[in-house]
T-cell receptor, first 111, second 113 residues
């Protein structure tokens, strides 16, 4: 079952602006991961944040995690046209063998 | 180090035929996951395998679908007697250990006519 929910479903911004996407989940987790999917391609792992972490950075990416609100956000700073893609969050719980995926946010960066 | 390789990239089948989708995990990875994705939707877990073992097939329909990951060779997802509703993108992912980050293949787009 899908437990992650990303919002917004779609986001269109100008190149150079910052893009923020959110993910909410329902059950307790060990970690939360963000992936990117370019159209027609497989997913690429971006960043993993553990349940005892609050914030993590990787290049232009900044991820936050609020376990009390069961939510995470992905911030992409200084967006580029190449950032156009769908972004998915996935959560891993204690006993799951599988990651639980949200439906994704479709991000369009306008040149 | 080659990534996760899936083939074919596109597969067209008529209703009632069989579809065989292949996935070669990354070198050194013994954990394989199969996912299905419909347009504009997220991934739906189907099955998780380790070498020669099915660990979790809770996302896979009981009928017509089967998966294997033999000691030698790629993992195979097999769909018998395909129906139009099986049309989707099927992605394979692998990891070195359980619950590590996943590396995805480029997927097989199955179209059932």
């Amino acid at each position: 079952s899908q437990q992650g929910e990303e919002d917004p479903q779609a986001l269109s911004i100008q190149e150079g602006e910052n893009a923020t996407m959110n993910c909410s989940y329902k059950t307790s987790i060990n970690n939360l991961q963000w992936y990117r999917q370019n159209s027609g391609r497989g997913l690429v792992h971006l960043i993993l944040i553990r349940s005892n972490e609050r914030e993590k950075h990787s290049g232009r990416l900044r991820v936050t995690l609020d376990t009390s609100k069961k939510s995470s956000s992905l911030l992409i700073t200084a967006s580029r046209a190449a950032d156009t893609a769908s972004y998915f969050c996935a959560t891993e719980g204690d006993s799951n063998y599988q990651l639980i995926w949200g439906a994704g946010t479709k991000l369009i960066i306008k040149p | 180090n080659a990534g996760v390789m899936q083939n074919p990239r596109h597969l067209v089948r008529r209703r009632g035929q069989e579809a065989r989708l292949r996935c070669s995990p990354m070198k050194g990875h013994s954990h394989v996951y199969w996912y299905r994705q419909l347009p504009e939707e997220g991934l739906k877990f189907m099955v998780y395998l380790q070498k020669e073992n099915i660990i979790d097939e809770s996302g896979m329909p009981k009928e017509r679908f089967s998966a294997e990951f033999p000691k030698e060779g790629p993992s195979i997802l097999r769909i018998q007697q395909v129906v139009r509703g099986d049309s989707a993108a099927y992605f394979c992912a692998s990891s070195r250990r359980q619950k590590e980050k996943l590396f995805f293949g480029s997927g097989t787009q199955l179209s059932v006519l």
